[in-house]
C-alpha cells in the first residue's frame, strides 16, 4: 500500500527558504498519469494546492506561488521535495504531500502524508 | 481559475439523517469533482472521484453525483463518525481547486 511521510523543519524564520521531503513507500514513481505534489492548510482554514509534478519532470504551480516554489523530483531515493523562498508569517501551515492522479484526463488526490506543522517565526 | 462554492457552511443533523453537500463550480469541469473528508488533526482522505466514483473502502452510505458546474456529496444516513469537514476540489484543470469546507456536525 502506497504511504507518503512529510519530513522538515517545524520552525522557519521570516524570509528563509522553506524545504520539506516527501518519501514514498510501497510503491514507485513509475505510472505516466501520477504527478507528485504539495498542498498547505493554515490552522483554522481550508486548503491550498502548492504544486505538483510528473517524475519524468513537468510540473505545475499554483499562479499565486509560482514565484517562490520548486518541487523536485528523486527517483534514485522514491522522495520529492519542495522549496518555498522568502517565508513570511502568512506562509505558517501545515503542509502536506500527496499523489495526484490524472489518469481520466482530471484527477484526484490519494493519498496524503500525515501533514507536517510549518510556523514563520523570528 | 476555476471557483469552487460548497454549501451549507456547517450542518448539523441527527444520526440516521439524510445530508446533502453541495458544491458548484465557476465553470463547466465535465466530471472531474472529487470529495474529501477531513478530521480534527488529520490529513483529508478521499472519498469520491470523477464526481460519483466511490473510493475503495468508503461506506456506500457515501455517494456523489453531477457534472458540468453543480455536484453533490450525500451522506444517507448519517452516522456519529462521519463528524469532519468536508472538500470539492475540481481535477479538471490547473491550478487545482478546493470548495471552502462543509462542517457536519451530529446534533
Known amino acids: 500500500q502506497l504511504q507518503l511521510q512529510e519530513s522538515g523543519p517545524g520552525l522557519v524564520k521570516p524570509s528563509e527558504t522553506l524545504s520539506l521531503t516527501c518519501v514514498v513507500s510501497g510503491d514507485s514513481f513509475s505510472g505516466s498519469h501520477y504527478l507528485w505534489g504539495w498542498l498547505r492548510q493554515p490552522p483554522g482554514k481550508g486548503l491550498e494546492w502548492i504544486g505538483s509534478?510528473?517524475?519524468?519532470?513537468?510540473?505545475y504551480y499554483n499562479p499565486s506561488l509560482k514565484s517562490r516554489v520548486t518541487i523536485s523530483v528523486d527517483t534514485s531515493k522514491n522522495q520529492f521535495s519542495l522549496n518555498l523562498n522568502s517565508m513570511t508569517a502568512a506562509d505558517t501551515a501545515v503542509y502536506y504531500c500527496?499523489?495526484?492522479?490524472?489518469?481520466?484526463?482530471?484527477?484526484?488526490?490519494?493519498?496524503w502524508g500525515q501533514g507536517t506543522l510549518v510556523t514563520v517565526s523570528s | 481559475d476555476i471557483q469552487m462554492t460548497q454549501s451549507p457552511s456547517s450542518v448539523s443533523a441527527p444520526v440516521g439523517d439524510r445530508v446533502t453537500i453541495t458544491c458548484r463550480a465557476s465553470?463547466?469541469?465535465?466530471?472531474?469533482l472529487a470529495w474529501y473528508q477531513q478530521k480534527p488533526g488529520k490529513a483529508p482522505k478521499l472519498l469520491i472521484h470523477v464526481a460519483s466514483s466511490l473510493q475503495s473502502g468508503v461506506p456506500s452510505r457515501f455517494s456523489g453525483s453531477g457534472s458540468g458546474t453543480d455536484f453533490t456529496l450525500t451522506i444517507s444516513s448519517l452516522q456519529p463518525e462521519d463528524s469532519a469537514t468536508y472538500y470539492c476540489?475540481?481535477?479538471?484543470?490547473?491550478?487545482?481547486?478546493f470548495g471552502g469546507g462543509t462542517k457536519v456536525e451530529i446534533k
Open positions: 500527496a499523489r495526484y492522479d490524472s489518469s481520466n484526463s482530471g484527477g484526484w488526490l490519494d493519498p
Open positions: 465553470q463547466d469541469i465535465k466530471y472531474f
Open positions: 509534478m510528473f517524475y519524468g519532470g513537468s510540473a
Open positions: 476540489q475540481q481535477g479538471n484543470s490547473f491550478p487545482l481547486t
